[in-house]
């Protein structure tokens, strides 16, 4: 249902009407962290970017390899992926673990790879203006992070990850998407236009989240597995 607000200084029966807030599908998101601003017209950009969220190992084979394929398949980044493409994206990830606490990556330094969350909770956070780490998100399996920066832009994180007890995660970087490229240049470009798909949808839950009143919107039943 609609809800109404009175601009102040309107004249009676000049009532605004605000649309319904959307409910986005994002896969593993477990839990928008962010608090919520009571003005949505706030120029903090810090708050504007948080809601945006929106780094060789041995290759993995054999049995390990077939697991990683069908964990690929899980994931929403490769949804409609043949088994021969999942099984030549198998073979150029890498399988990375983080103990309760540890950092995956820190805001304000270079990163090369997205994230898949396997097992266990990842927290994305941001220093605030005095400096002090705020939790943004809560990611589970099958989420993907940080996708970004495998695309080959050069820039410096603007959140840190947080493995909030243990956690694995399947990374697959830059170099890894460029000898993909080499190889298999029509695989590596149906990856590259997923990532601009996922990217474009968290844009759009960012406007919706910063110019509509209320709560942010949550996670649907998908998006929570």
Known sequence: MDTVSKPEGAEPGHERRNPPMKQFSIQGLREILWPRFKDPSSPDQTAAAARAAFGPLPLLRSRRHGDLVAFLREVELFAGFSQWELSRLARNAHERT????????EEGRPGAALFLVRSGIVEITRRDPKGEEVAILALERPASF???AAIGTDFARWTSAVARGPVSLVAL????????????????????????????????????????PGEPPKPDADSAR
Do not use: H, V
Not at 98 to 105: L, N
Not at 184 to 196: E, G, T, V, Y
């Open 146 to 148: 940080s996708e970004q």
């Open 98 to 105: 983080y103990g309760d606490g540890e950092y995956i990556y």
């Open 173 to 212: 970087g830059k170099p890894d998407l460029d000898s993909l490229a080499r190889r298999f240049p029509l695989l590596a470009n149906k990856i590259l236009s997923r990532i601009a798909q996922i990217l474009m949808t968290r844009l759009e839950l960012l406007t919706e989240a910063q110019f509509s």
